[in-house]
């Protein structure tokens, strides 16, 4: 019916929308010369101290509500981690959730049930919650102590979406916020998923139907340490507010909770205008500034304008309301490229063949995240949240202490970020050939040279991943950046003592200054070492963003790291060393040289890392023998290779002083052997019978003082040549002499299945 008159009403507001367009608005935001305020309709705000100390603010209040009053300040509950949990993004199942996907169910398990059985187990919490009815000879839920629980919910939950409109990008209208979904329903999907270990809001922009006829994407990808707080009240709060909501109308047939994250017990979503009044309150409690919902919608947009890139803006296209691009920015030319090579433009290509899901396009969710990226990097939350994470580890944070975080804060953001040093080709060889005093020395190639560029370079990326055989320089990569011109300070990451001791050494070789970080240590070097356990600790984190906000810190290094996703089993700290590197944001170099193609994948979801640069070449050891020897008996094998080194330790302590070994054993008096056991119990029974030293991981068997001692005495000149040790000690250990190794196993077949 093109001729009614409402179809003409909606034809001149087509016409319309596209005229105001060309107008520009009448009031208009303004700058200090400094270009830290802005001034709008009469309200200044500070974008170095006003929005950071908000944020602030809201995040402690959020923690405090959520684990000293929902979790009842119980220790043992400890936050949900997104970047442990798996989702599936076009996942439509009635009630499905990433609280239902199978991966998360062992991670999950007993979360929700937990509140409840703080209740019946502590008898404070009991005689709080449950009320003893004579009459009835039953205990019932005394629902005073309810309602005043689901108060402290939705104090809770005020301060979240006020930390959800300001912290993951430019905000949303209050309809789209308040109407988010953590569930899907029976014709609705939800609105939360995680999504490459973060929190992602997905939101249809209904309003554009009015002007487009069809739905736009709101994406936000959530701060981390917000994320931790929405995902720990959803998996263990909910469940607790249905029961609390089941036992107090138990005449209701189907009791349930709203799939609306912000809503009230009875199910009932906020109203559109309350997200006014709670932005206004939570600015006067947090002493900055008082502004709402519309305010700040201008504000935002013109910081937008004003402090991003060109090459940026269109990753805000989305927010800016210009609609999403048709065309490949700077970023994606390789895909637009890609496109025009299967005969399809960039829209058809992006649209209709096959993305990662069907959310939304692969470019607007990547838009969205890198967008997401830039707007907390303006205002330094991912860092600001992290501190005051990290201080929360040790104790309660105080008044101080806060506002020193916001004046520690508020100086960074003032001042010019960092900027790692860097150097051409030629440059940082000249360097490399200064560390070893050779003038010939070249780089490797092209692995070595490759992964220098790719961390050193001229354009140098922030994700590094160098895949180079052992023996083949790894360390050098770390070794010529601590000794650029202004270089900064350089964190190693090692997984063992033995091989923590084994750079030590090499380090002073070269005259680089080192230290071992300890917990609460505040001393600095160019390079600081630190255990796998001791970077997992709160203690550490600190350490290293405050090194970060004095503009100290150039990179992070993890070595050995394919333990990551092959130790995690018997290492804890090793599955959550990549969540607790991707807190700290400097540069990042992951080396190893044991990461098959086909474990890549893995790595890289384990670490949270995108888009890393990944250097590898062919790990091949060519220099390297081996044979296969089957030995038969109880005590067999245990004879023969006791017989077999004693042979060999006799060859390496008779070879004379300089002796080269050539016509005995290579490396004559230096060689030395390593017997690896498969268990604990055969390690110690060769060693007895060699009377040599031991090496275990094992720190009930072995403590670091003893690891050391053992290595020292192997490689000293007085003790014997051999060590029986457990693959602990292979661990990117480094011996520039011969090594005759023995690995002992004792022999399983596992008979094929019937």
């Not at 109203?271 to 919902?293: H, M, T, W």
Request: with cysteine; hydrophobic share 40%; charged share 25%.
């Amino acid at each position: 019916a093109k001729d009614t008159a409402f179809a003409r009403i909606l034809s001149w507001r087509l016409y319309l929308s596209k005229v105001c367009k060309g107008v520009i608005a009448s009031n208009q935001a303004r700058w200090s010369s400094d270009g830290q305020e802005i001034t709008y309709r009469g309200t200044t705000l500070s974008i170095t101290e006003h929005i950071p100390q908000l944020i602030l603010f809201q995040y402690q209040r959020a923690y405090e509500l959520l684990f000293d009053t929902l979790l009842f300040g119980e220790k043992s509950l400890g936050p949900i981690q997104p970047e442990k949990l798996d989702d599936d993004l076009d996942d439509k199942v009635f009630n499905g959730s990433w609280l239902t996907h199978p991966k998360n169910a062992k991670l999950l398990s007993g979360a929700d049930l937990a509140l409840m059985k703080c209740i019946m187990e502590r008898p404070d919490l009991k005689s709080q919650f449950c009320n003893y009815d004579a009459e009835e000879d039953q205990t019932k839920l005394n629902k005073q102590a309810a309602e005043v629980y689901e108060e402290g919910v939705q104090r809770f939950l005020q301060a979240i979406a006020t930390l959800l409109h300001i912290s993951p990008m430019p905000p949303m209208r209050a309809p789209e916020l308040l109407s988010i979904k953590w569930f899907n329903t029976g014709s609705q999907r939800r609105d939360l998923f995680l999504s490459k270990g973060m929190l992602m809001l997905h939101v249809k922009y209904h309003k554009s139907r009015e002007v487009t006829d069809k739905d736009r994407d709101n994406v936000r990808f959530v701060p981390v340490d917000v994320a931790e707080l929405v995902l720990t009240f959803i998996a263990m709060v909910q469940p607790l507010r249905l029961a609390f909501r089941a036992l107090m109308q138990p005449d209701e047939k189907d009791t349930y909770l709203s799939p609306r994250l912000f809503s009230y017990l009875d199910g009932k979503q906020w109203e559109d205008d309350k997200l006014s009044g709670i932005l206004y309150r939570a600015c006067g409690l947090a002493k900055v500034p008082q502004f709402k919902v519309a305010w700040w919608r201008q504000a935002a947009a013109a910081i937008t304008k004003e402090k991003f890139l060109a090459q940026q803006l269109p990753d805000f296209s989305e927010i800016l309301e210009d609609g999403p691009n048709e065309e490949p920015n700077e970023e994606e030319w390789l895909i637009g490229d890609l496109a025009q090579a299967s005969n399809h433009s960039y829209a058809t290509f992006n649209q209709s063949y096959a993305g990662s899901t069907t959310l939304a396009t692969n470019d607007v969710i990547e838009r969205a995240r890198r967008a997401s990226e830039s707007w907390r990097a303006l205002f330094g939350t991912d860092r600001l949240l992290a501190e005051e994470k990290a201080r929360r580890g040790r104790k309660r944070a105080w008044l101080g202490e806060s506002e020193e975080i916001i004046g520690s804060m508020s100086t960074y953001k003032k001042a010019r970020l960092r900027v790692r040093p860097t150097q051409t080709l030629g440059a940082l060889q000249a360097v490399a050939r200064q560390l070893y005093n050779d003038p010939t020395m070249k780089f490797r190639q092209p692995g070595q040279r490759d992964a220098m560029i790719a961390m050193l370079g001229p354009r140098a990326t922030d994700q590094v991943v160098a895949v180079l055989a052992t023996g083949s320089g790894k360390t050098l990569l770390y070794m010529v950046g601590a000794k650029l011109a202004g270089a900064g300070i350089t964190i190693v990451v090692v997984p063992t003592v033995a091989l923590r001791e084994n750079l030590l050494f090499r380090l002073s070789e070269t005259d680089i200054i080192a230290m071992v970080w300890k917990r609460n240590a505040q001393t600095e070097a160019p390079v600081v070492l630190v255990s796998a356990e001791e970077a997992c600790s709160e203690a550490f984190l600190e350490y290293a963003i405050k090194l970060t906000i004095s503009q100290k810190l150039d990179r992070i290094v993890v070595d050995e790291c394919h333990l990551t996703i092959t130790a995690n089993s018997f290492r804890g700290c090793m599955s959550e060393l990549g969540g607790v590197v991707r807190k700290v944001q400097t540069q990042t170099v992951w080396l190893t040289a044991t990461l098959p193609p086909d474990l890549e994948a893995d790595f890289i979801k384990r670490n949270v890392l995108h888009k890393p640069h990944i250097v590898r070449e062919s790990t091949n050891r060519t220099n390297i023998q081996y044979k296969l020897q089957t030995y038969r008996g109880a005590d067999g094998l245990l004879t023969e290779i006791v017989a077999l080194v004693q042979k060999l330790s006799d060859t390496i302590s008779s070879a004379s002083e300089g002796d080269d070994g050539h016509e005995t054993l290579p490396g004559g008096r230096r060689a030395r052997i390593i017997i690896y056991c498969g268990t604990k119990a055969l390690m110690q029974k060769i060693a007895v019978k060699l009377d040599c030293r031991t090496y275990t991981g094992d720190q009930d068997l072995m403590s670091e003082e003893d690891k050391k001692a053992a290595i020292n005495e192997w490689l000293g000149p007085n003790g014997s040549p051999a060590i029986v040790a457990t693959s602990a000690l292979g661990v990117g250990f480094d011996y520039p002499y011969h090594l005759c190794g023995a690995n002992c196993t004792e022999f399983r077949w596992d008979p094929p299945p019937k």
